[in-house]
């Protein structure tokens, strides 16, 4: 079977999933797991540059999709004035201190020569140029965190509209992978892995600890929303006369306080469904944007030079091509893409909750949706994002249920059915390394195999 | 008929054929060398007696028994012994050590046989317990051909052993090899430095493009006149 | 006089905070850290799956010790779990061989890129992970039994007259002598047996090995062998010693890792050496020096904070900078390690 008709069966059948998803449970159901598969492909989109392109083993990404969730946090929530009034002085001079140190360490690191006289520099510089920084530091951190610790107790953000949050996750990832590359990038591969496997555990760490930045563990909650509020929709005349016109042959059949009551349900319903659908447009409209610079650029001689690199770096290098410098680029552009993604993904949950990031969750199962869909085929990785967000959501339920089934021949009471359904859930992180380990060996190239075009 | 032998011999690794039907062949206590210039095949037919290539066709026999369907594992444990080009020592392991790995198989008393490899190169035992990735590159060669000597095997195979040796250390090594040979071993080498080889050749092997282009006794090729024209450069 | 007491009060505070719980998580890194060495030496590899292998060995051990403390059979001092290490040392290594058979041998056999491994080393720990979760839940559990103490904090400062306690706790006793006790084995095997011989040629030059008449399958099946011991009493002990929790043995993957590159990958000696680094790294980053500085300075330069440099929340931050330096400075760790 060709790709293009394999793309097209598998998008219907997901659709179909979707639709059954829809009438059977709900369609505020069907269109949250739309949503999140959405944002899934998006990752998985990054995640494949990386690794489809260019054979980047990318083992952070929980790091870079937490970057997106917390730009969402600094750019739409609105600055805490007291905060910045009772720590503006110290949190200048701290950054002063901080940009000097690094400065410094650097000049030592490029200037002076190898050996000992430049490691004790550096690590002088370091010791004391980050103490110099926590003097003054950590008491504009108490300061901060002194501030109503119950609601605020943290500086703030800058109170701009949360969507521009995307773009500056996006920012932020690809300058954490900037040092994160630069350091990793050029030794072996499994290096990189390790690397940022690390990074992404620090950051989170930095997120769940640095309080005064951004709340830690006592999340932020309540974002604000690039799209209208159930509440605010359910008492504007528009979107109720729109009810009504869309509900109109059912009410119509009904008569007096009947009318207004299934007209008030057909309402609160309406606005969260639509709610939802603002977001899918949102999201998807986001997806097409990466998924055709993706696919222009996979196309470009840029993309070419890549596979070529990913394919024999030896001879990419020995033909002029700086390879450490173009697996810098993608490493970085991948990455932003993770940061975009996890800047939605915080938008969509409307909270921000370092606790929730988990490495099974944010990490490896956007890997087994990039195996699965097809490396190095973009449409591949949408297809991935997709499908296997639908089965890790739908497994759950279905596990617990087989279990029920399967154990139905012991007593309702039996410690062994209770443990078996209450941990059925577990099996969903089984039942995924099993699909990864499948595809990897019978089917390595994924559903969508990479297309190797070749010239006639 | 021959010690060890491949006959008629085609394939390559994978792509298109290296070896176009060539025939190599070798007798106890006998030191036959195969020269040819470069990408002529001398390794590829070395390797094929070696079984590490799929041959499309022809035959390799040893002691008179086709062992064209062993492994190069089995052919070792029938009495093989292989020196590789490159990376031909355990660079992490004493010296010792690397003679111990050589006697892998064996499960005898292997004393003897270190002794008579002391014996043969002593630089050895006076660095038996320096790491191999210490040595120089004569002494690694030297410990390469004695780690495959460990076996006693009926057959050694030398991939040029003198590659990136200084000249005084190749002669060195063509002696040592002379004193292997008394020792009835039949040893087959693929050489570059085709005049010193053919020197002490028994015989010689001349191949181009996958074939046998001169077969004879090392001193007739020295005196053959197409051969020295051809390929020892007058 | 006092001058003399509060220094060596000082330097129990050491001892106590920073020295001991150094020693006994720097033996339970270097254990792990080994297994990571050894696969990655004759693999060629980084094995994703090992934190959770170690979940794995300490699981079964658990669900053993529960049985047996449940029959009423304890060692008295000791814990029960010790006991009961050799059933969940025999199902890892099950379980080892049977993913080797299952995931790796294929790929091994078509010589496939290590990156190939090392995602299907992914597959494998999502499976393990699955089924530890599945049998035992994602919680806390604790399996501890026998005596707490090897030398109590009152016991120390009644019998010394100091003002600082000592304590020994038994798991970490038990830790740094079990560590010993392995450690001296496995070096043994290596250098003296022919078996172990074998894997260090073949994690030396594989193609020379071969040609040597070393059975691949052979040597690989050891390393699978060694490294589901080494992994199942690393867990057991790290269990004992803090608590048993999968999320918390995934987590160990890196400084685990860290250890095993900051040594020298592919160097056993290497990856005992980067165990206690990392483990002393974080234990002393992270400690409040206060007291010490306390009993040190005249009380006229009394510190004010807490002298700590880093919270301890940040201890894998220790593990990743020193990583990071050692890959900035000398690829290959400490000691030479492999460099593919």
Redesign the interface.
């Known amino acids: 079977m060709s790709n293009a008709r394999k793309t097209l069966l598998a998008f219907a059948a997901i659709a179909v999933l979707l639709l059954i998803i829809g009438f059977a449970q709900s369609w505020n159901v069907s269109l949250g797991i739309l949503n999140l598969c959405l944002i899934s492909a998006v990752m998985a989109l990054g995640v494949n540059m990386q690794w489809g392109y260019a ?1 980047l ?1 990318n ?1 952070g990404v929980m790091g870079f999709a937490a970057l997106g969730g917390v730009s969402a946090v600094l750019v739409s929530q609105a600055p805490v004035v007291e905060a910045w009034d009772a720590s503006w002085g110290r949190l200048l001079i701290a950054a002063i201190c901080f940009i000097a140190t690094v400065a410094a360490a650097l000049f030592c690191y490029r200037r002076l020569p190898r050996g000992r006289t430049r ?1 004790l520099a550096l690590t002088f510089t370091i010791v004391a140029g980050l103490a110099l920084t926590r003097l003054f530091l ?1 008491p504009a951190i108490s300061s901060i965190e002194a501030i109503e610790p119950a609601k605020t107790g943290f500086l703030g953000g800058m109170g701009l509209p949360i969507i521009l949050s995307w773009l500056f996750g996006g920012l932020i990832a690809a300058g954490i992978a900037w040092c994160i590359g630069k ?2 990038l050029g ?5 990189l ?3 940022t ?3 992404s ?2 950051i989170i ?1 930095v997120l ?2 640095e309080d005064w930045l951004t709340r830690g563990v006592k999340n932020v909650t309540g974002l604000s929303r690039p799209v209208p509020y159930e509440i605010d929709l359910q008492g504007s005349a528009w979107f109720i006369d729109f009810t009504r016109w869309l509900y109109g042959g059912t009410l119509a059949n009904l008569d007096g306080d009947a009318q207004q009551q299934a007209l008030k349900q057909f309402v609160i319903d309406g606005s969260s469904i639509f709610v939802k659908v603002c977001y899918t447009g949102l999201f998807a409209a986001v997806l097409l944007v990466v998924l055709l610079l993706s696919v222009r650029a996979l196309n470009s001689p840029w993309g070419r030079m890549m596979r070529a690199i990913r394919d024999n770096e030896i001879a990419a290098g020995a033909m002029g091509k700086d390879v450490t410098r173009r697996h810098l680029e993608i490493f970085v552009i991948g990455s932003a893409v993770i940061g975009i993604a996890g800047a939605m993904l915080t938008t969509l949950d409307g909270q921000f909750t370092p606790t929730s990031y ?3 969750r944010y990490t ?1 199962l956007i ?2 949706m990039v ?1 699965v869909g097809g490396s190095g085929n973009n449409m591949g990785s949408v297809l991935g994002g997709f499908l296997i967000w639908l089965v890790w959501i739908e497994a759950e339920p279905v596990g617990v249920w087989l279990m029920q089934v399967g154990t139905g021949w012991l007593d309702e009471g039996n410690v062994v059915r209770i443990h078996l359904i ?3 859930q ?9 699909v ?2 499948l595809v ?2 019978f089917s390595p190239g994924g559903i969508l195999p990479e297309v190797v075009r070749r010239r006639k | 008929m021959s010690f060890l032998s491949g006959v008629d011999m085609i394939g390559g690794y994978g792509g298109a054929d290296i070896l176009k039907g060539c025939t190599i062949d070798v007798n106890e206590g006998e030191i036959a060398v195969i020269v040819g210039p470069n990408g002529a095949g001398k390794s590829t037919a070395m390797k094929a007696l070696l079984g590490m290539l799929d041959l499309k066709q022809g035959d390799v026999s040893f002691r008179g028994k086709d062992i064209s369907a062993l492994t190069p594992q089995d052919r070792i444990a029938e009495g093989i012994a292989f020196v590789p080009q490159t990376n031909n020592v355990f660079t992490s392991m004493t010296v010792y050590e690397n003679l111990e790995m050589g006697a892998f198989l064996r499960d005898d008393d292997f004393g003897g046989t270190i002794e008579q490899v002391y014996e043969l190169f002593p630089i050895l035992a006076d660095k038996r317990d320096q790491l191999a990735g210490e040595l120089s590159g004569g002494q690694r060669q030297q410990v390469a051909v004695a780690r495959a000597l460990m076996s006693q095997p009926a057959v050694l195979m030398l991939d040029e052993p003198t590659a990136g040796v200084s000249p005084i250390v190749m002669d060195e090594l063509f002696d040592r090899i002379l004193e292997v040979r008394e020792t009835g071993v039949a040893i087959l080498m693929v050489e570059q430095n085709a005049r010193q080889a053919l020197h002490i050749a028994d015989r010689g092997f001349v191949l181009v493009v996958g074939e046998n282009r001169h077969t004879d006794s090392g001193a007739a090729l020295l005196a053959d006149p197409e051969v020295r024209r051809s390929f020892l450069g007058g | 006089m006092e001058a003399v007491t509060d220094f060596i009060n000082a330097l129990v505070l050491v001892l106590n905070f920073v020295v001991v719980p150094g020693l006994s998580y720097g033996s339970q890194l270097a254990l792990g850290a080994l297994g990571i060495t050894l696969v990655f030496g004759i693999l060629r ?2 094995n ?1 799956a090992h934190g959770d292998t170690m979940a794995f060995g300490t699981m079964v051990t658990i669900l053993v010790t529960w049985w047996l403390q449940s029959k009423g059979v304890n060692l008295g001092p000791l814990p029960t779990a010790l006991l009961a290490l050799p059933a969940g040392i025999l199902l890892t290594i099950l379980l080892l061989v049977v993913t080797d058979k299952t ?1 790796y041998r ?1 790929y091994r056999h078509r010589r496939a890129v ?3 491994f ?3 080393s ?10 530890v ?3 035992i ?2 919680n806390d559990q604790r399996f501890d039994d026998g005596e707490r103490f090897i030398v109590h904090a009152r016991d120390f400062k009644d019998l010394s007259g100091l003002s600082e306690g000592l304590s020994i706790k038994v798991s970490q006793g038990l830790t740094i002598v079990i560590a010993i006790i392995l450690v001296v084995l496995l070096f043994w095997f290596l250098q003296r047996t022919r078996t172990g011989k074998a894997m260090r040629a073949y994690s030396d030059n594989e193609d020379l090995a071969l040609l040597s008449g070393v059975d691949p399958d052979r040597v690989v099946l050891v390393t699978w062998i060694i490294a589901a011991i080494l992994a199942t009493i690393a867990g057991t002990l790290y269990g004992l010693d803090k608590s048993f929790k999968p ?1 918390t043995y ?2 160990l ?2 400084p685990m ?2 250890a095993a ?1 900051v040594g020298g990958i592919g160097n056993p000696v290497g990856a005992i050496l980067g165990g206690y680094v990392i483990a002393f790294s974080e234990v002393m980053v992270t400690y409040a020096y206060k007291k010490v500085f306390i009993y040190l300075l005249p009380q006229s330069l009394e510190p004010a ?1 807490l002298l700590q440099l880093l ?1 301890t ?2 201890k ?2 220790v ?2 900078v020193i ?2 330096l050692v ?3 000398r ?1 290959t760790g400490i000691l030479r390690g492999k ?2």
């Open positions: 054979g083993l083992v490691n950590d350091v990793a030794l072996r591969a499994d290096y892995a390790i690397a496997l690390g990074i555990e620090i760490a769940k600890n988990q490495p099974l490896f890997w087994v195996i209450e941990n059925a577990h099996m969903r992180l089984f039942f995924m390394g099993l990864l380990l990897l060996r | 590899f980084a994703f995931v294929y290590p990156v190939t090392m995602i299907a992914m597959g494998v720990m999502f499976m393990t992970n699955g089924i979760r599945f049998v839940g994602p999320f995934l987590q993957l890196l890792f860290a590159i904070g919270s929340d940040y894998f931050a593990s990743f990583l990071v890959l900035l400075v690829p460099v593919l």
